[in-house]
Structures are given as C-alpha cells and as structure tokens.
C-alpha cells in the first residue's frame, strides 16, 4: 500500500506564493517520475510540471519562470514552488507519482487527494 499527502494549498492574492508538497508513504520499492496536475472547474486535468528520478524537469508554457519542481529521493517527496501566481492558476492540485511497490512487478501510477490553491485577483 502506497499513499501520497499533499500540503501547503490555500488562498492567495495574485502575485503572491504557494509552495506545494507531497509525500509518499507505504511499502516503496522505487520512484520514477514525480509530478503535479491541476483540475480547473469546467477544464480537463493538465499537467503542471513533472521531475524524473534523476532530477529533469519539464513544464506547461503557461507556468515555466513562475514554477519551480524539485524533489527529495531520501524523504520520497516532490515540491511545487509556485511564484507570480494568477487567477488563472486557481485548481485543484494533485500530486502523482510513477511507484514501485516492494516485492511488484512494475511501478504504477499514484494519486493524491488534491490540494486546492485559489488565487484571488
């Protein structure tokens, strides 16, 4: 059993900042690629940014120079450094990960629960 706990959502004026993270827990194996999406209200799930094992980074153009991913393999964690943020930013945030659990076969894909982040304008 693998649970990812995400924290640090919240309400915020535009331009202001959120930092994002979220622990994996349970009976892992290995961490492949980390990543985080966001659900608007009315929109289809995108994501945000994503991190592999190794630590490269790629982002959705509407959030590169405002967004930073990074993550911790010793504490199994991934962070969302979230500057400059709009009203358009404002979703639902979901964590998920590519993890091997102990003693299985392939990795699969984990979900958070999702954090809410609402920008104010």
């Known amino acids: 059993q693998v649970q990812l706990m995400e924290s640090g959502g919240g309400l915020v004026q535009a331009g202001g900042s959120l930092r994002l993270s979220c622990a994996a827990s349970g009976s892992i194996g290995s961490i492949n690629d980390m990543g985080w999406y966001r659900q608007a209200p009315g929109k289809q799930r995108e994501l945000v940014a994503d991190i592999s094992s190794g630590g490269i980074t790629k982002y959705v153009d509407s959030v590169k120079g405002r967004f930073t991913i990074s993550r911790d393999n010793a504490k199994n964690t991934v962070y969302l450094q979230m500057n400059s943020l709009i009203p358009e930013d404002t979703a639902v945030y979901y964590c998920?990960?590519?993890?091997?659990?102990?003693?299985?076969?392939?990795?699969?894909?984990?979900w958070g629960q999702g954090t809410q982040v609402t920008v104010s304008s």
């Open positions: 998920n990960a590519d993890i091997r659990v102990k003693f299985a076969g392939r990795p699969t894909y984990h």
